[in-house]
C-alpha cells in the first residue's frame, strides 16, 4: 500500500508540474485509471520472478537426475567387477581342485618322483596359462578387485613357469645324453632323436610317464602357452604379430646346447681342441702354429658347421624330420585343451570376455608353422659369429692391414663369409619352397658379411678393389685365349666352327652371377650400391672394351680384299667372317641380359624402397653397344662391300635411266645387250655380284641360326639375336636402295617406261626373294617391291586404278596428272583413296608415292 501510494503521489506531482488542474476532471475516475495501471505493473513483475524460480528448480532437477544416472553407473561397474571378480575365482578354485585331484591321484611317487612332479606342475602352469588368456583383459584395470586379483595369478604363473620350465629343460638335458650322448658328432645320433620324435614313436610312448617324448612335448606346451600369456599381455589380439627380439625357443635351444658345447670346445678353447693339436708340435713354435690355425679358421668352423647340419643330419633329420612335426602335433593338442578347458571354466555367454585361448594358439600355430629349422639356422649363425668374434678375425694385425704377412688370408676370410651366408639362404628358400618373405624378420640367421665385412668401409673397399682387378684379369686372360685379334693364326676360316657365343661371354655371365649372390649378401642397401659402383660396372666396362677391339679387328678382316674375288675375299672368308661377328654381337645381347638380371633381387629382410637401379646406364650401354656392332656390321657391308665393290652402286646409278629410257631408243645404243623383255626377264649384268655376297651372307645367318635350333639351353632364344638382327637390318639397307629408285626423290627418272620398269621389278623381287627369314614387317623391301610392281603394271589396271583416282576427285580421267593437293583437302577423299590402294595390294605405299609413279608412268 505504501507503494502504492507513493506511486500515486508521483503521478500527481508529475500532472501538476505539465499542465494545470482541471476542474472539470472527474478525480476519483482518474484515481481509478491510475490504480488499474499500477496493479498491471505489479502482475507483470511478478510473473517475471516466478519463471526465474520455475528456471531454478528445473536446473536443480537435471542436476539431482545427473547423479542418479553416475550412481547406477558405478553400481553396474561395480556389480561387473563382482561377476568378473567371481567368475575368476570360480576359474581359480576349479584349477586348484583339480590339481589336488591329480595329486592325491598320482599319490606319493619314490621312483621317478621328478617325472611326476613335473607332470604336475605342467599341468598346473598350461591351465593357470589359459585362464589367463581367457581373462587377458582383466589385466588392464589393476584399481578393480578382479584386476587386483589377476595381477597377483599372473605374478604366481610366473613364478611357477619359471620353475617349471628350469625343471623340464633339466630332464630334456638328462633324456639327451642318455639316449644320445654322440649327438650331434654322427648321423646315428641325429636318427634316433628323430625317431624319437617322429609320430609313430609318439602313438607308442604316449602312455609312458617319463619319456623322453613326454617330457619335449611338456617343453613344447609351456612354451606355446607361456607365449600366448605374453601375447594377450602385450597388445590386443587382431592383426599380423611378431616374434619380440629377445624370444627365444626353449624345445630348439636344447637340441644347439651340445652343438654349442663342442663348438666352445673345438674354437674357443686356447688348450682345447683345434689350438691344442697346433700346439703340441713344439713349445718354441706355440704362437706361429696358432697363426696358423688362426689363418683356416673360418674355413674350418664353417666346415665343421655344415658337416654338423648336413652329413650328420643336426638339420635334416632332427629339425625338419624329427622337430618340427612334433611341434605341430602339440600344437594340436594344446588347442584341444583350450577348447575344453574355456567351455569348462568359462562363461561363453559373458559379453566383457576377452579373447579365447584357443584363438590365442591358432594364431601361435601360424606363427610356429616351420619356425624350427628357420630358428635352428639362426642360432647356428650366431655360434658362428660368436666363434669369429672371440678369436678376433679379420682383426690381427698378420691377416688384415699393411702389415699382413699374406692377403690372401683375408680374401680367403671373407670368401668363406660370403659362402656360409649363402648356404644359409639357400637352406632356407628350400625349407619355405622358395618363399622366404613369410618367415619373421627376427628368425633369420645372422649375416657374416654384415657383420665383420660391412661396418669397416676400409676393409670393404679394400676387398672390392681386390675383387674387381681380379675378374678384370680373368676376362683380360679369357680374351687373349679365345678372341680372334689375339690368335697367331689370322684366318678366320679356322674360327668358322666356333661357338655361336663367345667364350669371354660366358665367362662374364658366371663373373656376374656370382657378384649377383655377393651383392645380396649385403643386407645393406649403400653397400650394395658401393659393390655394384666399384666392381659390377668396372667389370662391364672392361668386357666392353674387349669387346670394341674385338670388333675392330674383325671390321679389318671383313674388309681385307682377296686376290680372286674383287668383293670380300672367297665365299669360306666371306662365311667365317659372318659368323664370327654374328657370335660377337650375340655375345654382347646375351651379355646384356645377364647384367639385368643380375640386378633382380629378392630380399625378404628389407622392406627399404630401392631408388633408381645404379647400373642403369650400364645396362644401356651394352644393349647400345650391340646395336651399333650390327649397324656397324650392315654399314660396312652394303657401302663398301656391295655398293663399291659388287657394283651396286653402278646398278643404282643407271637404273633411272634404264627405267626412264624409251623402248626405241634402246637398240640404238652400242653395246646394249638384246633380250626379250616379254618372256625372259634375267637379272641385271649389274647385280650378279651383288646378289652372290648377299646370299653367301644370308646363309651364313641361317647357319648360325640352325645351329640354335639344335640347342637346348634357356639362352637359346636370346642366341638367335645375331644372325636375326643381320637379316633384318641388311633387308632394311638394301631395301632403302631400291626404294630410292622407285620412288625417285631425286628427280632422276621423269619418266617411266614399262619395259624398264618390268627389269626393276625383276631385279627387286630377286632380292625379296632372299630375305624369306626375317621377321620385320613391312619395311623399305617391302616397299621397294610394291613400288616396282606399280611401276611394272600393265596399262590397262594401270588406267582403271588411275580412273577410279581421278573419279574421287571428280577429275578428267583426261587431265595430264594427280595432285596430292586434291586429295589432301578432303579427309574422307584421302581416306578412300588409300583404302582403294591397300585393295590393289600397294597399301605399303604413301599415297603421295603412288600417285607420283602413276605420274611418271608413260
Not at 223 to 252: C, Y
Not at 689 to 696: N, T
Request: aromatic content about 6%.
Amino acid at each position: 500500500k505504501k507503494r502504492r501510494n507513493n506511486s500515486m503521489i508521483l503521478l500527481l506531482r508529475q500532472g501538476a508540474m505539465m499542465d494545470p488542474i482541471d476542474t472539470a476532471i472527474d478525480p476519483a475516475a482518474e484515481l481509478a485509471k491510475a490504480q488499474s495501471h499500477l496493479d498491471h505493473l505489479i502482475q507483470l513483475q511478478q510473473k517475471k520472478e516466478a519463471e526465474a524460480t520455475d528456471e531454478k528448480s528445473h536446473e536443480n532437477n537435471t542436476a539431482a537426475k545427473d547423479d542418479e544416472a553416475t550412481l547406477l553407473y558405478k553400481r553396474a561397474v561395480e556389480a561387473q567387477d563382482d561377476i568378473q571378480f567371481i567368475q575368476l575365482q570360480r576359474a581359480v578354485i576349479t584349477l586348484v581342485n583339480n590339481t589336488v585331484k591329480s595329486s592325491q591321484r598320482d599319490g606319493t611317487v619314490n621312483e621317478g618322483g621328478a617325472e611326476a612332479a613335473l607332470s604336475t606342475a605342467k599341468d598346473q602352469c598350461i591351465s593357470l596359462g589359459l585362464i589367463l588368456i581367457r581373462h587377458a583383459n582383466h589385466h588392464r584395470n589393476n584399481n578393480s578387485k578382479t584386476g587386483q586379483l589377476y595381477a597377483k595369478m599372473l605374478a604366481w604363473y610366473t613364478n611357477l613357469h619359471k620353475d617349471t620350465r628350469q625343471m623340464t629343460c633339466h630332464l630334456f638335458r638328462a633324456h639327451l645324453q642318455k639316449e644320445a650322448p654322440e649327438y650331434p658328432s654322427n648321423l646315428q645320433s641325429s636318427t634316433v632323436i628323430a625317431d624319437t620324435f617322429s609320430p609313430s614313436s609318439a602313438k607308442q610312448r604316449q602312455h609312458q610317464q617319463g619319456s623322453w617324448l613326454e617330457v619335449a612335448r611338456y617343453l613344447i606346451e609351456i612354451q606355446i602357452v607361456h607365449d600366448a600369456v605374453q601375447m594377450v599381455q602385450s597388445q590386443p589380439i587382431d592383426g599380423k604379430k611378431h616374434l619380440s627380439p629377445q624370444w627365444r625357443f626353449d624345445f630348439v635351444d636344447e637340441l644347439c646346447r651340445p652343438i654349442a658345447e663342442r663348438l666352445r670346445y673345438h674354437f674357443l678353447g686356447e688348450q682345447s681342441g683345434l689350438f691344442t693339436a697346433s700346439s703340441t708340435s713344439s713349445s718354441g713354435g706355440v704362437e706361429s702354429d696358432k697363426v696358423s690355425t688362426m689363418d683356416r679358421l673360418p674355413e674350418w668352423l664353417f666346415r665343421y658347421l655344415r658337416e654338423i647340419m648336413d652329413n650328420h643330419g643336426a638339420y635334416s633329420v632332427v629339425m625338419i624330420e624329427g622337430a618340427q612335426p612334433l611341434i605341430d602335433a602339440v600344437v594340436d593338442s594344446v588347442l584341444v585343451r583350450a577348447q575344453c578347458l574355456t567351455a569348462a571354466v568359462d562363461d561363453s555367454n559373458a559379453s566383457d570376455a576377452g579373447p579365447s585361448a584357443r584363438d590365442v594358439i591358432i594364431q601361435l600355430k601360424q606363427m610356429y608353422c616351420g619356425l624350427s629349422s628357420t630358428y635352428f639356422l639362426r642360432e647356428i649363425s650366431r655360434m658362428a659369429r660368436h666363434a669369429l668374434r672371440a678369436n678376433s678375425f679379420l682383426n690381427h694385425p698378420d691377416m688384415v692391414g699393411s702389415e699382413c704377412r699374406d692377403r690372401n688370408i683375408a680374401l680367403r676370410g671373407i670368401e668363406q663369409l660370403f659362402l656360409f651366408d649363402d648356404l644359409l639362404k639357400k637352406k632356407i628358400e628350400s625349407d619355405q619352397e622358395g618363399d622366404p618373405f613369410g618367415i619373421d624378420p627376427i628368425l633369420y640367421p645372422v649375416r657374416m658379411t654384415d657383420t665383420f665385412l660391412t661396418p669397416r668401409e676400409d676393409l670393404l673397399l679394400w676387398w672390392m678393389g681386390d675383387e674387381r682387378d681380379m675378374a678384370i684379369v680373368r676376362l683380360q686372360k679369357c680374351a687373349a685365349s679365345t678372341l680372334s685379334q689375339t690368335e697367331d693364326d689370322s684366318s678366320p676360316t679356322n674360327t668358322a666352327n666356333k661357338q655361336l657365343c663367345p667364350p669371354i661371354t660366358d665367362l662374364f655371365a658366371a663373373l656376374l652371377h656370382s657378384s649377383r649372390s655377393k651383392a645380396n649378401s649385403f643386407s645393406d642397401l649403400r653397400s650394395q650400391q658401393m659393390y655394384a659402383a666399384n666392381v659390377v660396372a668396372p667389370i662391364c666396362s672392361e668386357y666392353l672394351e674387349l669387346m670394341h677391339g674385338e670388333a675392330t679387328f674383325l671390321r679389318q678382316r671383313l674388309l681385307a680384299r682377296d686376290a680372286k674375288k674383287s668383293y670380300s675375299g672367297s665365299d669360306e672368308m666371306l662365311t667365317a667372317n659372318v659368323l664370327e661377328w654374328i657370335s660377337l654381337i650375340s655375345g654382347v645381347h646375351v651379355a646384356g641380359h645377364a647384367v639385368l638380371r643380375s640386378q633382380i633381387t629378392h630380399d625378404a629382410e628389407s622392406a627399404q624402397i630401392r631408388p633408381d637401379n645404379p647400373m642403369d646406364g650400364v645396362i644401356k650401354s651394352i644393349f647400345a653397344f650391340g646395336d651399333a656392332m650390327v649397324d656397324e656390321f650392315v654399314t660396312i657391308f652394303v657401302e663398301q662391300i656391295m655398293m663399291e665393290r659388287a657394283k651396286l652402286a653402278v646398278y643404282t646409278m643407271r637404273a633411272p635411266f634404264l627405267i626412264s629410257e624409251h623402248p626405241h631408243e634402246q637398240h640404238e645404243r652400242r653395246g646394249q645387250r638384246e633380250k626379250d623383255v616379254k618372256n625372259t626377264l634375267t637379272l641385271s649384268p649389274d647385280l650378279n655380284d651383288s646378289i652372290h655376297v648377299l646370299s653367301v651372307t644370308l646363309k651364313a645367318c641361317q647357319t648360325a641360326a640352325a645351329k640354335v635350333d639344335s640347342m637346348d639351353s634357356r639362352t637359346a632364344e636370346m642366341m638367335y639375336f645375331g644372325s636375326q638382327s643381320i637379316e633384318n637390318s641388311l633387308s632394311h639397307a638394301v631395301g632403302c636402295k631400291f626404294l630410292d629408285i622407285g620412288l625417285d626423290p631425286m628427280g632422276m627418272c621423269p619418266e617411266i617406261y614399262l619395259e624398264g620398269a618390268k627389269q626393276f621389278c625383276h631385279d627387286v623381287c630377286s632380292f625379296k626373294h632372299l630375305f624369306q627369314h626375317t621377321t620385320l614387317g613391312e619395311g623399305p623391301m617391302e616397299r621397294a617391291v610394291a613400288a616396282s610392281r606399280l611401276m611394272s603394271l600393265d596399262e590397262s589396271p594401270l588406267t582403271a586404278l588411275r580412273d577410279a583416282l581421278c573419279a574421287l576427285i571428280s577429275s578428267d580421267t583426261g587431265s595430264e596428272a594427280l595432285f596430292i593437293s586434291d586429295f589432301a583437302a578432303d579427309s574422307r577423299l584421302l581416306q578412300e583413296a588409300e583404302s582403294m590402294l591397300n585393295a590393289k595390294g600397294f597399301g605399303s605405299l604413301a599415297l603421295e608415292e603412288a600417285v607420283s609413279i602413276i605420274n611418271r608412268r608413260c
